[in-house]
């Protein structure tokens, strides 16, 4: 299915010209068909060729203008309507200007009442005024929806129209902007909208703002379907939400795929930013929400909305003047999750930072690390070096690993290592199975829950230690005395590092020696007659009472050596 819009002048013939070419009436409303004049959204559809065609019928009033960009806002193509007898009117003018505020590029213009003038006049001027706009150069046929003259004509061109269009995602995310909702007797709830991209299909659980709904049943063409691809228009039997929650500018949307947002930063199309009006309407999908605007840039604003909306980077929506009645500006979103502007001179800098080549790099730098599935419901493609699940800006992941190397040199002098999550804590990693990949090519490993270069300690501290070391080689059981350890600058914080690494044992306060002295005295006290006393097991291990005590009460926990009660002890086993 297509979906074209109409757009023109109040009376210009867009409802007569549906009727002609669908069959159906598009005004829905008693009073529309009354006075002749639409109010509201209108919608038919016929089958051209292989392809079938349906059609938004918007009023072409002044006062209806909101609902016309209702319709408009969805819009993948236009039929724009001029009569012949007429020509360019006020309401043409606006109609074109939403339009290509609105960045619709795929049209065709149609000179209706070609019975009551001659159109050349009309047509050249329309074509004139859509050429300069985001329309370009279109196609033009002349009609008469009275007589029928040109319409097959105009189906032709319409073939051709929707032939060019290009091709939806249907496995793209939902966002099925709402134009109506109604209830129907024993079914419950009821929204329309234009799908311009996924599928719906009964079952499906939506979003509907932070309710969760499900499909009931769907309906295209006046048909039931189970399910409805883009494009399309579409009606959606809701369960779980009563037709009093429901209104035009609500969005159904595949869960946790979409940022709503009640502040985003625009490029503006048409006005520069300070010429614009600080309080606006803005108006994007089917939703028109009051908006403050704040000029970063010449072509750039922080908009601030009323009422929060799922965007992503990309979108196209325009902001109007209630008051002047007029279309302010087009804009294009940049950015769903901008940063606060809370110093002077802050959004100047701001309006800097917008005109970089690379939005999804710029929003990477500012936070250094992003969920790489973030990106893709932000509206950006995936920037930087994946790191597991995260996407890390490559400057920021330098730093943080030079930065992680003096954290834990600084720290390796009163400790054995950093604990992992002190130093995730310290570097703001915003998640834990980040460290081990940033400590990558480091020269730094993990083990135990700590953070240590290998060997595990400062320098000094290691220079210090390989001496103690290589006393306690030439003679295991003779701990070096209180002096000699402040004189190598082994205080008691690195030397329960050592301890902590295994490269010293700690058998009491100040007292310490090698990492296997548990080891090598009891292969020594078993070679002693058992049972033995503490003498003679300092004797045999050329040790001192200072030592040997502490040594043989660390044994006994051990389980290997056993007090006898006596002043004696034997070796278990």
């Given at each position: 299915?297509?979906?074209?819009?109409?757009?023109?002048?109040?009376?210009?013939?867009?409802?007569?010209?549906?009727?002609?070419?669908?069959?159906?009436?598009?005004?829905?409303?008693?009073?529309?068909?009354?006075?002749?004049?639409?109010?509201?959204?209108?919608?038919?559809?016929?089958?051209?060729?292989?392809?079938?065609?349906?059609?938004?019928?918007?009023?072409?009033?002044?006062?209806?203008?909101?609902?016309?960009?209702?319709?408009?806002?969805?819009?993948?193509a236009v039929l724009f309507v001029v009569a012949a007898d007429e020509g360019w009117m006020p309401q043409s003018a606006e109609h074109l200007a939403a339009l290509d505020a609105f960045g619709v590029g795929r049209g065709l213009l149609v000179v209706t009442k070609a019975d009551r003038a001659d159109p050349a006049a009309a047509t050249a001027e329309a074509l004139r005024e859509i050429a300069a706009t985001s329309l370009g150069a279109v196609p033009a046929v002349a009609v008469s929806?009275?007589?029928?003259?040109?319409?097959?004509?105009?189906?032709?061109?319409?073939?051709?129209?929707?032939?060019?269009?290009?091709?939806?995602?249907?496995?793209a995310d939902v966002r099925l902007w709402i134009d109506r909702a109604f209830t129907v007797s024993g079914a419950g709830t009821v929204v329309t909208g234009t799908?311009?991209?996924?599928?719906?299909?009964?079952?499906?659980?939506?979003?509907?703002?932070?309710?969760?709904?499900?499909?009931?049943?769907?309906q295209a063409l006046g048909e039931p379907r189970d399910r409805v691809e883009a494009v399309a228009r579409v009606a959606v039997n809701l369960r779980g939400t009563a037709r009093g929650e429901v209104r035009r500018g609500d969005v159904l949307l595949t869960p946790g795929r979409w940022h709503p947002t009640a502040e985003l930063d625009v490029r503006l199309r048409g006005a520069?930013?300070?010429?614009?009006?600080?309080?606006?309407?803005?108006?994007?999908?089917?939703?028109?929400v009051?908006?403050?605007?704040?000029?970063?840039?010449?072509?750039?604003?922080?908009?601030?909305?009323?009422?929060?909306?799922?965007?992503?980077?990309g979108d196209r929506g325009l902001l109007r003047d209630p008051?002047?009645?007029?279309?302010?500006?087009?804009?294009?979103?940049?950015d769903v999750r901008p940063p606060a502007l809370a110093r002077r001179g802050a959004a100047r800098a701001r309006g800097d930072e917008l005109a970089g080549p690379d939005l999804a790099r710029t929003y990477l730098h500012r936070h250094g690390f992003v969920r790489a599935s973030d990106f893709p419901v932000l509206g950006l493609p995936e920037p930087g070096d994946r790191v597991g699940d995260w996407c890390a800006d490559p400057e920021h992941f330098a730093g943080l690993r030079t930065k992680a190397a003096a954290i834990v040199r600084d720290w390796d002098a009163l400790a054995a290592g950093v604990p992992v999550e002190a130093l995730r804590q310290r570097l703001g990693l915003p998640a834990p199975d980040l460290v081990a990949p940033l400590l990558a090519g480091t020269g730094l490993e993990v083990a135990g829950g700590l953070v240590r270069r290998p060997g595990g300690l400062d320098p000094a501290v290691e220079k210090a230690v390989g001496t103690i070391g290589k006393r306690l080689a030439e003679h295991p059981f003779r701990a070096p005395e209180a002096d000699e350890l402040r004189a190598l600058g082994l205080g008691?914080?690195?030397?329960a590092a050592a301890v902590r690494l295994g490269r010293l044992t700690a058998v009491a306060e100040g007292v310490v020696?090698?990492?296997?002295?548990?080891?090598?005295?009891?292969?020594?006290?078993?070679?002693?007659?058992?049972?033995?006393?503490?003498s003679e097991a300092r004797r045999a291990l050329d040790s001192t009472r200072r030592v040997m005590i502490p040594l043989l009460e660390r044994l006994d926990a051990a389980g290997v050596t056993a007090p006898l009660g006596d002043g004696t002890r034997r070796v278990r086993g």
């Open positions: 299915m297509r979906v074209i819009v109409t757009a023109g002048h109040v009376d210009h013939g867009k409802s007569t010209l549906v009727r002609r070419l669908t069959g159906m009436e598009p005004d829905r409303w008693a009073e529309e068909r009354r006075r002749g004049l639409t109010i509201d959204l209108g919608f038919a559809w016929t089958r051209l060729g292989e392809e079938d065609v349906a059609f938004v019928d918007v009023p072409g009033h002044e006062r209806f203008v909101p609902n016309m960009l209702a319709g408009a806002g969805p819009a993948p929806g009275t007589t029928g003259a040109g319409l097959d004509e105009l189906r032709a061109a319409i073939g051709e129209l929707t032939g060019g269009l290009p091709s939806p995602d249907p496995g799908l311009a991209a996924g599928t719906i299909a009964v079952g499906d659980e939506l979003l509907l703002g932070p309710a969760r709904v499900k499909v009931r049943g769907l520069d930013a300070a010429d614009l009006h600080r309080n606006l309407v803005l108006h994007l999908g089917t939703a028109a009051p908006v403050r605007v704040r000029p970063l840039g010449t072509d750039t604003a922080r908009l601030t909305m009323a009422s929060a909306l799922p965007l992503r980077v008051g002047e009645h007029r279309i302010a500006a087009g804009f294009d979103v940049l008691r914080r690195e030397l020696l090698g990492p296997d002295v548990e080891q090598r005295a009891a292969a020594e006290l078993r070679r002693l007659p058992q049972p033995f006393t503490v």
